[in-house]
Structure formats: C-alpha cells, structure tokens
C-alpha cells in the first residue's frame, strides 16, 4: 500500500512525505510549522503526539458523504443501525450523522489522513452490509 501511495501523486511537497503534508499523496493546505518539518511517523508511532508536534495551525481534514435512499423510513433504518459505532480515536476523528429527508449525510472531521481513510472504507462496509440486509428483507413496512 506504501508504494500505491508513493506513486499517487504528490502534493507540493514532492510525494516524499517529509514537507508540510501529513500524508503522501494527498493535497494539504497547511504549511509545515515555522521551525520545520513535522516528524516522520514511526509505524504504530502515537499519532497524538504527532498532531501536537504539529501545532494549532494544522487545519483538520473534513470528509462528506450524502447517500440517498429510496424513502425518508430507510435512510432513519440506516442511521440507526450506523450510528451507535462509536469512532475508536475519538480525540483525533470525528464522525457525524444525520439524516435529511429520504438523505443519510455523514460528515467526519480528521486530523489525520489515514485515520480519516479508515475509518470511511469501515463505514463503507459497515453502509454495504446495511443496504443488502434491507433489500434482502424487501422494503419496510410503515407502522
């Protein structure tokens, strides 16, 4: 997977991962703090300290995702068989949902990318296992 990233393109800090992007690969607009660098991250290194070494100017990755169902009753089924996951890195990763009309918006808040994509490919499965366990059962019945 570290190679897929490394030939993914590259932000403005040439794809090496030592400029001001906390990720390879993607695009960040914050810069590096004014005394350099962040820190390479060691595999299974805290990431919280990473983010305070980062300081207060890092501003947070936000990923939004709207799906639609068929009636307003199965986007309230989604959400209340999505909701009570609880994000394991609560401090570092946010994830909000709600439904609007027949839409089920989901809205995370990251200050880490790749717990930001984790945590969206779990949801993603978790959304998939939902949506087939309703169209195995057929549509719900209004009570």
């Known amino acids: 997977m ?4 490394a030939h ?23 810069a590096a703090p004014a005394g350099g660098a962040p820190p390479a991250h060691a595999p299974g290194s805290s990431r919280d300290a990473a983010s305070a070494a980062r300081g207060s100017g890092m501003r947070p990755h936000i990923f939004t995702l709207s799906v639609p169902f068929p009636t307003p009753l199965e986007a309230e089924i989604a959400h209340g068989s999505l909701a009570p996951d609880a994000e394991p890195h609560q401090r570092v990763i946010g994830k909000d949902l709600t439904v609007s009309g027949r839409i089920l918006v989901v809205r995370w808040k990251a200050e880490d990318c790749r717990l930001l994509r984790i945590s ?16 195995r059962f057929g549509p719900p019945v209004s009570r």
């Open 2 to 5: 570290r190679e897929a990233d």
């Open 8 to 30: 993914a393109g590259g932000g403005a800090d040439g794809g090496d991962g030592q400029g001001g992007h906390s990720c390879r690969g993607v695009v960040d607009t914050a």
């Open 120 to 135: 969206v490919i779990n949801f993603l499965d978790q959304l998939s296992l939902v949506v087939r366990t309703m169209q």
